[in-house]
């Protein structure tokens, strides 16, 4: 019987055009597509790009180096590869149009991609203040301390690699401050607190997306807004042989005359003696 077949050696014609465009990373908590040099949590990223002028019988290979790591699925215009297995570190990658012959034709630029599983460790991220810039007292907020800023600025410093710092009060997620050139971070609530006890915590995260552990959390409580003003309504002689309630602009000769009214539950009031403060109660 007669055997034929058909000798190729002439690459595919350079009339075509292939491209690596993006990489899928589906791995939590930073999912999407993702431009050559950033870096992945996803060890089996999906890349992405695509051709022009595919003929029939063609086949788009993806390298790394020499080695062939896949074979694409193309669909129109586009085409798509799972790799598998990457190791931790730096990624480069070429697509190749094959024809049906292997012959290899046009080559993509390279992809790069870095694979960064590590998550950043304790003392990453250091909290250094909890600032307050409303009203007549503005300070740092200390530990278990009251403020009256709805949206207090919670600042500190990150180590190398981590770039960006997410906030959160208790378990509530309030938004992300930029790493600066110089290590340090600085974030201030887009929307008021509410009023009461809150938590801010800090928690790194890299390139790749890992998340550090959260840093000890700093309590405060917001007050809102001042207290309804308080009122003196009895003063009361106690000394001598005329005693009880003092009349508004009255006489006395009770040098530690007893003074009683109302005001906001909590509050602390305190007591003015011709603009000198004299004592107070709660």
Do not use: M
């Amino acid at each position: 019987d007669r055997f034929d077949l058909t000798e190729d050696r002439t690459p595919p014609t350079l009339d075509n055009a292939i491209a690596i465009g993006t990489y899928h990373d589906d791995v939590a908590p930073q999912t999407g597509d993702y431009a050559s040099g950033t870096s992945t949590n996803d060890t089996s990223p999906l890349l992405q790009g695509t051709v022009t002028g595919l003929k029939a019988g063609d086949r788009i290979e993806i390298y790394e180096g020499t080695e062939r790591v896949g074979t694409a699925v193309v669909s129109g215009g586009s085409w798509s590869c799972q790799l598998t297995g990457l190791t931790e570190g730096g990624h480069s990658y070429r697509a190749v149009i094959v024809d049906a012959a292997g012959n290899p034709g046009t080559t993509s630029e390279s992809f790069d991609l870095t694979v960064d599983t590590l998550n950043p460790v304790a003392g990453d991220v250091t909290v250094l203040d909890l600032y307050d810039d409303v009203g007549a007292i503005q300070a740092t907020i200390g530990q278990g301390g009251v403020t009256d800023d709805a949206k207090p600025t919670y600042s500190g410093t990150a180590s190398a690699g981590v770039v960006r710092v997410d906030v959160y009060d208790d378990a509530l997620f309030l938004g992300s401050a930029t790493v600066q050139g110089d290590g340090t971070w600085s974030f201030e609530p887009v929307a008021p607190l509410g009023n009461g006890p809150h938590n801010f915590t800090a928690v790194g995260v890299d390139a790749a997306g890992n998340e550090g552990p959260a840093t000890t959390g700093w309590a405060f409580t917001l007050l809102g807004d001042a207290p309804a003003p308080p009122a003196i309504t009895l003063v009361t002689d106690d000394e001598g042989t005329v005693q009880g309630s003092i009349a508004k602009n009255a006489s006395t000769d009770d040098a530690t005359p007893t003074l009683s009214g109302t005001a906001a539950t909590g509050t602390t009031v305190t007591v003015f003696l011709d603009g000198i403060a004299v004592g107070s109660t709660t």
